[in-house]
């Protein structure tokens, strides 16, 4: 008997759960796995999941799936939509919804499987396949492996992953090279001297410190990068203060770092700190600021060779022009981890979750911004079909394709 793939997504969609919680995805993860004949391992990682489906000589492929939520209100009318809350880090009773399609990528994931299952006289090797927590702290590949994942299943020889995103259902976005940017989360808190809103003189004001780094920091993309590479810094949080009579005595910025290459990197990290640090200077703080790192994510790279190869076959199956180059995205992944520790390919690709219509009659408008939710909104949804099953065919293809 198959397995309802619709009724599962729906199911995952309306259940999502926050980064390294989610012991119920894992768990209906694990179990469709294990009906499906494969050694399951759980909470590699808190609750990553592992299954591995032995068929004989042969390769062996990591194919991987995200499966958190995100701290989100869904905003989409849907009938199933998500109306669950959860526990932030903080303590903080939040709403949790599936705001970045990891429930399609769990039911693709499984999808696929199945597939693989019912074909496995047609191909020899080894699938391990990887359900993963925490992708949105960007931690859960690297919790995965820290926690011994190469050690306890076999070594891969190609890693595979896949992401839906805002392009017409039906498409495939994938390219060689660099495929998603890298990504920094960096905290730095900024050293005052606090006092009275009436005596500022007698103060060393860290809002103002705070405001005039924020300004200064945008001329590093601006002014410091060719406007041929990638390279983007954003503050995304700002934290300071209780009260309006009182001039507080630090100020934190929360800062989004992203770039395309190793070098790149090193570049803007520099310029960050010498920014900090000069204008903490210009203010006179009477210490240094702190540089805190949240997450240090490595770009997406696809290898050139095994990227064509899977091109190719996609294209073969699902139709000439069915891959399109979608470009670079500025988005980071913690996939390449997976990848980069074993010393071996990646290959990730993006597939549309948008009905293909309403992409088009907002491409023909020029609206594509305004009318066609993206990643991380409340109101991201991928239209179920025929995204579910472009998901389930093209990592089916793709596994295929290395163990053929």
């Known amino acids: 008997m198959s397995i309802d793939l619709e009724a599962l997504y729906i199911d995952l969609h309306r259940h999502p759960e926050l980064s390294f919680q989610e012991t119920r995805t894992a768990g209906i993860a694990a179990g469709h796995l294990r009906d499906l004949g494969l050694e399951v391992e759980e909470g590699i990682g808190i609750t990553g999941v592992v299954g591995v489906l032995r068929n004989g000589d042969g390769p062996v492929v990591w194919a991987r799936a995200d499966m958190d939520g995100l701290p989100v209100e869904e905003l989409t009318g849907l009938p199933y939509s998500s109306t669950v809350t959860g526990i932030d880090p903080a303590g903080n009773t939040v709403p949790v919804m599936h705001a970045c399609g990891h429930d399609m990528h769990v039911t693709a994931m499984i999808g696929a499987v199945e597939r693989l299952v019912a074909e496995r006289e047609e191909w020899s090797g080894t699938l391990v396949v990887i359900i993963q927590p925490a992708e949105e702290y960007g931690a859960g590949s690297r919790a995965m492996l820290d926690d011994g994942l190469l050690e306890r299943v076999p070594r891969p020889n190609i890693v595979l992953g896949q992401h839906v995103t805002p392009l017409p259902a039906g498409i495939i976005g994938m390219r060689p090279g660099p495929q998603m940017a890298a990504a920094d ?3 730095v808190t900024l050293h005052g001297r606090g006092g009275h809103g009436s005596r500022p003189h007698t103060t060393i004001d860290p809002v103002v410190m705070a405001a005039a780094t924020v300004m200064r920091l945008q001329t590093i993309p601006s002014r410091e990068i060719d406007p041929r590479e990638v390279g983007v810094v954003t503050v995304g949080s700002i934290h300071a203060g209780t009260k309006n009579n009182i001039i507080p005595a630090e100020a934190t910025l929360e800062l989004s770092l992203r770039y395309s290459t190793d070098e790149m990197r090193d570049k803007i990290l520099t310029g960050v700190e010498r920014i900090v640090r000069a204008e903490a200077a210009a203010s006179g703080a009477e210490r240094e600021p702190e540089f805190r790192t949240a997450h240090t994510l490595p770009p997406t790279i696809n290898d050139p060779a095994a990227t064509a190869r899977v091109t190719a ?8 022009g069915t891959v399109v180059d ?4 500025t988005g980071s992944e913690d996939v390449s981890w997976f990848a980069r520790d074993a010393d071996v390919p990646l290959v990730f ?8 219509e309403a992409y088009a009659a907002a491409e023909a408008s020029g609206t594509v911004a305004e009318d066609i939710p993206t990643n991380h909104s409340p109101y991201y949804a991928p239209e179920i079909h025929p995204t579910l099953e472009t998901g389930v065919a093209a990592m089916a293809i793709a596994v295929r394709e290395f163990l053929a």
């Open 185 to 187: 989360g960096i905290t």
């Open 326 to 329: 979608p470009g670079m995205f």
């Open 313 to 320: 076959a996609i294209n073969r199956d699902l139709g000439a």
């Open 349 to 356: 690709w993006f597939f549309g979750g948008v009905a293909p």
